[in-house]
Every structure is written in structure tokens, then in C-alpha cells.
């Protein structure tokens, strides 16, 4: 099966600062997508990341704040902007291969935003 | 809310046992995935059943479909320390985006 890398695997932020989650794949991928795993909770996703064209957000989830990037199909970012404590979670990546198939998962970046 | 939901939340048994969990929704489905996450970490993917489908196995581990009650299952039989964990349900309507369930956190005490 493919790998998927994921980084940063955890970071301490300062609030008010903004980091860059990378995830990469060594096989071209077709859909994309970021989810954020708040403590204690279920996942929920923030947004498709379409390759070539602006990414695609869910209900209450914006690009201001989390500008995603994928320019190409095996490489995606995904940004936490200006930061606060409630920003503290686990961001996953996501790849599909094809319609109606599994989804695998990276390892996570554990963010904590003091 | 559409998320799906998971009972129980928490689930203590011996090793050896058996684990059922649980995962109802509330919309139309084109599949429903099972993970396990162990402690915070990425998600591992367990299993996929569509929604024409009714039963799946992969070694220990077997998922039933009832799409007429919204509801699936998984069970892991003759369980280990090591299957200790958070289970997730997940499905999807159109497309690939993950509906997540609640989660059932497992504990197989020796």
C-alpha cells in the first residue's frame, strides 16, 4: 500500500503565529482531503484540497483561516492561521484512490497552541 | 447533526472475549468504513462494506450492514491487549467525503 507522510507529527505554537502541515504521497492520488480531530472528539472535515484550483471547505470552516494547497497529486498543505488555543487538535490528511473506495489516513500533527 | 453515532462510547472486556460496537446515521450511504485509532494517532482502515453489501470479514474482525435501519456493526472476536482502542465508524453519501461516528473507545484488559 502507499505511504502517506505527514508533517509536522506535533508542534507547540505561540497564539497568534500561523504553521504549515505538510502531506505527501509516493503514488498520485485522486481526492484530497483534511480533517481535524479536536481533543477528546470525532473527526470532521475541513476540506477537499483540489489539485490546481482553490479548495473546497465545509460548513464553518474558511480559507482565511485554513488555506490549503495542492499543487499537484501527491502533495497537499494544509495552514492554521492566526492561531488561538481553540486551534489545539489533531489535523489528519486523507487520500482516496478512487470513487467509493477505502480512505487512509496519515499519522496526524498533534497542534497545541499555547 | 448528521454525524453518525456510536454505542457504546467506552467498552471494557477480557482478552479472549468478543467486542461489538455499533454505528447508526441518519442519511443515504454509499459505503460505511470502519478505523482504529490508537492513542491519538492516525487512523488505521479496518474495513469497507457498501451499501449493497450486507456482512464483510477480514480475520478477526466482522461488519454487518442494515441499510433499511441505518445501523452497522462490528465485531471483533477473541479479543487482544493489542486491539485496545478508539473505533470509528465513518461513512460516505456522494463522493468520498467521511461522515465520522462518535467513537467507541475499547479497553482488553489481560
Known amino acids: 500500500s502507499a505511504v502517506i507522510s505527514q508533517k509536522p507529527s506535533r508542534d507547540i505554537c505561540q497564539r497568534g503565529t500561523s504553521l504549515t502541515i505538510q502531506c505527501q504521497v509516493d503514488s498520485q492520488v485522486t481526492m484530497m482531503f483534511w480533517y481535524r480531530q479536536q481533543p477528546g472528539q470525532s473527526l470532521t472535515l475541513i476540506a477537499t484540497?483540489?489539485?490546481?484550483?482553490?479548495?473546497?471547505?465545509e460548513s464553518g470552516f474558511v480559507i482565511d483561516k485554513f488555506p490549503i494547497s495542492r499543487p499537484n497529486l501527491t502533495f497537499s498543505t494544509l495552514t492554521v492561521s492566526n492561531m488561538s488555543p481553540e486551534d489545539s487538535s489533531i489535523y489528519l490528511c486523507?487520500?482516496?484512490?478512487?470513487?467509493?473506495?477505502?480512505?487512509?489516513f496519515g499519522q496526524g500533527t498533534r497542534l497545541t497552541v499555547v | 447533526s448528521q454525524q453518525g453515532e456510536e454505542d457504546p462510547q467506552a467498552l471494557s472486556i477480557q482478552e479472549g472475549e468478543n467486542a461489538t460496537m455499533n454505528c447508526s446515521y441518519k442519511t443515504s450511504i454509499n459505503n460505511l468504513q470502519w478505523y482504529r485509532q490508537n492513542s491519538g494517532r492516525g487512523l488505521v482502515h479496518l474495513i469497507l462494506?457498501?451499501?449493497?453489501?450486507r456482512e464483510k470479514h477480514s480475520g478477526r474482525l466482522r461488519v454487518t450492514l442494515d441499510t433499511s435501519k441505518k445501523s452497522s456493526s462490528l465485531l471483533i472476536t477473541a479479543s487482544r491487549a493489542a486491539d485496545t482502542a478508539s473505533y470509528f465508524c465513518a461513512f460516505t453519501g456522494g463522493g468520498n467525503k467521511l461522515t465520522f461516528g462518535t467513537g467507541t473507545q475499547l479497553k482488553v484488559e489481560l
Open positions: 486523507s487520500v482516496v484512490w478512487a470513487l467509493n473506495t477505502e480512505a487512509f
Open positions: 462494506i457498501r451499501s449493497n453489501e
Open positions: 484540497a483540489n489539485q490546481g484550483s482553490e479548495a473546497t471547505y
